[in-house]
């Protein structure tokens, strides 16, 4: 059984992650294209639903207390930004990969990086369009926020998951402590 300080550790590592995810950015209308969801899939498969969850609730809760984390600062100030929601869609989207992907396959990891980005953009696009509409009052519909918020990213979404579910199976095979933390 893996210790907890070393489960501490690994999600200090991928909240750490996830946060210079953020500073790695495209400008994209009222969002970035980021490297924050691949370092959420890696959390949820390499650590695990509970420890990859996890990993992303701290990113958050730091970047609530007002260190700049995110991509564009910090703060409790941030929710009222519209990309708020997809902060928060984190922590299920690395939970729900981090469990369908326990036990594994190729085909079952890609799968699941795909169910995660599912429940991600559930969370986010419901999120923005609601502070768009109410709080900025730009008449948005369905169809505008489809088209700011989710389909200019599906592509590199794509590069994300396959990147992913290729360097998660070569870190678990060559690090055995992934192995261990999942089990928990």
């Known amino acids: 059984m893996v210790s907890n300080t070393r489960a501490l550790a690994l999600t200090a590592l991928f909240s750490a992650l996830t946060a210079a995810g953020a500073f790695l950015k ?9 490297l924050q969801f691949l370092f959420t899939a890696m959390a949820g498969l390499l650590l695990g639903c509970r420890w990859g969850a996890v990993s992303q609730a701290v990113y958050l809760a730091v970047g609530l207390a007002g260190v700049p984390v995110f991509t564009a600062g910090g703060g409790v100030g941030y929710v ?40 991600l953009y559930a969370v986010g696009l419901p999120y923005m369009a609601l502070i768009l509409r ?11 926020v489809l088209g ?16 992913a579910a290729a360097i998660c199976p070569v870190l678990r095979r060559r690090l055995c402590i992934f192995d261990e933390l999942r089990r928990q």
């Open 26 to 34: 495209i400008p994209v209308g009222h969002s970035a294209i980021t």
């Open 134 to 144: 109410v709080y900025l009052h730009k008449p948005v519909g369905l169809f505008a």
């Open 148 to 163: 700011i918020g989710m389909l200019p990213f599906l592509p590199g979404d794509a590069v994300k998951i396959a990147a």
């Open 80 to 119: 009222l930004q519209p990309t708020f929601g997809f902060l928060i869609g984190l922590i299920p989207c690395a939970w729900v990969i981090g469990y369908l992907s326990r036990k594994g396959g190729a085909c079952r990891t890609v799968l699941s990086c795909l169910a995660g980005l599912a429940v």
